[in-house]
């Protein structure tokens, strides 16, 4: 069972302000993640609008410029970051947004998303499907890395058995792809999950 008192600190923004000024960032791989990376690759609409909530150091977005994408969003939770970042692509056309990813509106072709939601406990991990479903497009989809291994329950990353999952998202999305990733980094190799959903299309408006 998660803990309580952990719920209220990382709904906190300054939890996570805390976190990156004392470089307690502990999933940050500092480059972009290997699974993410190989998923960007097969996308060929450099035009795509994409949207990476709860964005960290944004490795992933590096990559995205790399390729060519030019309808990037970055949303954290932390203004420590977001102001570093600001200043890392202050050059660069990457939409940069300081705000709780519950509360933001816009309209995306594609989420990406580097373990953003086993960082939300139980109640709020609940609420984020129907939150995508908002904000992506028609036959929208979100992709990404969950966590397919147990840690403390004190603080993040609160994590799902495989079924529970696919039960949380069953509802909104049909599943295109899920499945243990093959190319994590060696220290997360067996933990992690590859996920590729789409909108339903009885969702669509």
Same mark, same amino acid.
């Given at each position: 069972?998660?803990?309580?008192? #952990? ?7 300054? =939890?996570?302000?805390?976190? =990156? +000024? ?5 999933? $940050?791989?500092?480059?972009? #993640?290997?699974?993410?990376?190989? =998923? ?7 035009? +795509? ?11 992933? /977005? ?9 309808? !990037? ?5 932390? &203004?420590? !970051? ?11 056309? !990457? ?9 933001? #509106? ?12 086993? /960082?939300?406990? %139980?109640?709020?991990?609940?609420? %984020? ?13 979100? /992709?990404? !890395?969950?966590?397919?291994?147990? *840690?403390? $329950? ?10 529970? =999952? ?6 909104? *999305? $049909?599943?295109?792809?899920?499945? $243990?990733? &093959? ?21 669509? #408006?």
């Amino acid at each position: 069972m998660e803990n309580k008192n #952990s719920q209220i600190q990382i709904t906190d923004p300054n =939890y996570w302000d805390q976190r =990156y +000024l004392d470089d307690n960032t502990g999933w $940050d791989m500092h480059q972009p #993640s290997p699974p993410l990376k190989s =998923y960007i690759d097969t996308l060929e609409d450099k035009n +795509l609008r994409i949207l990476i909530p709860g964005c960290g150091n944004a490795h992933e /977005a590096r990559y995205l410029l790399e390729k060519g994408f030019k309808n !990037v969003t970055l949303i954290d939770f932390s &203004k420590v !970051v977001t102001d570093r970042l600001k200043e890392i692509y202050k050059e660069l056309p !990457v939409q940069i947004i300081n705000e709780n990813f519950f509360e933001h #509106s816009g309209t995306y072709d594609i989420i990406l998303e580097q373990t953003f939601f086993c /960082a939300l406990p %139980h109640p709020l991990q609940e609420k %984020h499907p129907k939150k995508c479903i908002e904000l992506l497009n028609k036959n929208g989809r979100i /992709a990404g !890395v969950f966590f397919n291994k147990k *840690f403390a $329950d004190t603080e993040p990353p609160y994590i799902r058995d495989t079924e529970e =999952y696919k039960m949380i998202f069953s509802p909104y *999305f $049909d599943s295109l792809q899920f499945a $243990d990733c &093959k190319n994590s980094i060696a220290p997360r190799m067996g933990t992690e999950l590859f996920f590729e959903f789409r909108k339903k299309e009885s969702l669509n #408006s």
